[in-house]
């Protein structure tokens, strides 16, 4: 069974800094990190290939956020810069077997980020 588990989140003020981390059992994944707002349907928000060489992000964080990996650690992390509160959401990390699969096979238990204006 693979686990993924979420740490980092917390309270941060507008304009202010956190980073996620996601430490994952077994072998290596191609990782990728979702939110959700409250009464909203979850959304992608940034993703790294199993290699560490290809990332994407969403448009709304592009420029804000950073996703990077640890192979050594097999620990992925997500750096987010001048937080707004829009960024407040539980943040999901999710890792999926291949690179070329659209799905993500697997889910952490999520990490609450509040931002506050």
């Known amino acids: 069974q693979v686990q993924l588990v979420e740490s980092g989140g917390g309270l941060v003020q507008a304009g202010g800094s956190l980073r996620l981390s996601c430490v994952a059992s077994?072998?290596?994944?191609?990782m990728g990190w979702f939110r959700q707002a409250p009464g909203k349907e979850r959304e992608f928000v940034a993703a790294?290939?199993?290699?560490?060489?290809?990332?994407n992000y969403a448009d709304s964080v592009k420029g804000r956020f950073t996703i990077s990996r640890d192979n050594a650690k097999n620990t992925v992390y997500l750096r987010k810069n001048s937080l707004k509160p829009e960024d407040t959401a539980v943040y999901y990390c999710?890792?999926?077997?291949?690179?070329?699969?659209?799905?993500?096979?697997?889910w952490g238990q999520g990490t609450q980020v509040t931002v506050s204006s």
């Open positions: 999710a890792a999926k077997n291949s690179d070329l699969s659209p799905k993500y096979d697997y």
């Open positions: 077994g072998r290596r994944y191609a």
């Open positions: 790294i290939s199993w290699s560490g060489g290809s990332t």
